[in-house]
């Protein structure tokens, strides 16, 4: 049973860290600065996707004028500056699930829309590091498109659907189902239903590594 997987990824903002209050904030103060308001129905809308995705919401509500690389900038900085100063709530069963999996030798990455200095300054307020991350600059398509799934599968050298994904929004979902991992979703803000072949969990605490051994020879 142990070797029908082959791999465990992880999303990062939402299933690894509460980091979503601190994205809501720096949102809330760039269409501040672009001139409009910004509500939880807004942040529900890019959990789980790109900065590009973000740039074009954000520009759309905007009533002041901003160039994309402004605008993206004050987003990348924002956030890196609050990871560096908050403290960033670990999610439940996060810390013991990353550990129980590294120390049985199972490869496992890392797989964020994020860009690169905010998974940086993820990693470093939790000390953490991952063999194998992708990121938001690693890949041409981000989610809910599969590349950044696919991309990671081929770094572990394991085929998609020997992978596990476990991600926290609609987004996330469907870039690992698309890119054929079986996938188990843990919703954050946005709930997400059962489909075929999709699990859903409430918690990180309740998965373990046997129960993801146990899941992957099912398939």
Request: net charge negative; aromatic share 4%; charged share 20%.
């Amino acid at each position: 049973m142990p070797d029908m997987l082959l791999g465990v990824l992880f999303d990062m903002d939402g299933l690894l860290v509460d980091s979503e209050p601190l994205w809501f904030e720096v949102e809330s103060s760039v269409m501040a600065r672009l001139g409009g308001s910004w509500g939880e129905r807004d942040q529900a809308a890019l959990v789980g996707g790109s900065l590009d995705k973000s740039l074009d919401y954000l520009l759309a509500k905007a009533t002041r004028p901003a160039s994309r690389h402004t605008v993206g900038r004050w987003m990348v900085d924002g956030m890196v500056e609050l990871l560096s100063s908050r403290e960033v709530p670990v999610m439940p069963g996060a810390r013991q699930l990353l550990a129980e999996v590294a120390a049985a030798g199972v490869p496992y990455g890392l797989v964020t829309s994020s860009e690169r200095p905010v998974m940086e300054a993820v990693l470093a307020r939790l000390n953490v590091t991952f063999p194998v991350t992708v990121c938001g600059d690693d890949v041409s398509h981000s989610k809910p498109d599969p590349e950044p799934y696919l991309l990671a599968a081929a770094k572990l050298g394991a085929g998609p659907g020997s992978c596990v994904a476990i991600e926290d929004s609609p987004n996330g979902v469907a870039a690992a189902e698309a890119a054929g991992c079986i996938t188990v979703a843990v919703p954050s803000i946005v709930p997400i239903g059962p489909a075929p072949g999709r699990t859903v969990a409430g918690s990180l605490t309740e998965l373990s590594l046997a129960w993801l051994q146990a899941l992957a020879a099912s398939r």
